[in-house]
């Protein structure tokens, strides 16, 4: 499976973002995509990860900020990123997983400024 991730940048505080990931290869009916994010000097962590049932979870820290959807029928995952803050600065990952198998896409910037 190979992702590939768009839409990152540079953005004031309050500001919104959308990210998109397109999914290529074999891919499972069965599935989760999302996000996850790097910080520098901080470990990757979830942002948003949505089932192939359209069931999303979302990490406790974004408060409704942050919306994920998903297309099944292209295979493609997008975040909405509203009201954003310096501290969601970090290099955002387009993840897909299908049972034990995980697969990363390249990373993609966003960069929140105050």
């Known amino acids: 499976v190979q992702l590939q991730a768009s839409g990152g940048g540079l953005v004031q505080a309050g500001g919104s973002l959308r990210l998109s990931c397109a999914a290529s290869?074999?891919?499972?009916?069965?599935?989760?995509m999302g996000w996850y994010r790097q910080a520098p000097g901080k470990e990757r962590e979830l942002v948003a990860r949505?089932?192939?049932?359209?069931?999303?979870t979302y990490a406790a820290y974004l408060k409704g900020r942050f919306t994920i959807s998903r297309d099944n029928a292209k295979n493609t995952v997008a975040l909405q990123m509203n009201s954003l803050r310096p501290e969601d600065t970090a290099v955002y990952y387009c993840?897909?997983?299908?049972?034990?198998?995980?697969?990363w896409g390249q990373g993609t910037q966003v960069t929140v400024s105050s």
């Open positions: 290869g074999t891919i499972f009916i069965i599935n989760t």
């Open positions: 949505v089932s192939n049932t359209y069931v999303p």
């Open positions: 993840y897909y997983a299908h049972g034990r198998d995980e697969y």
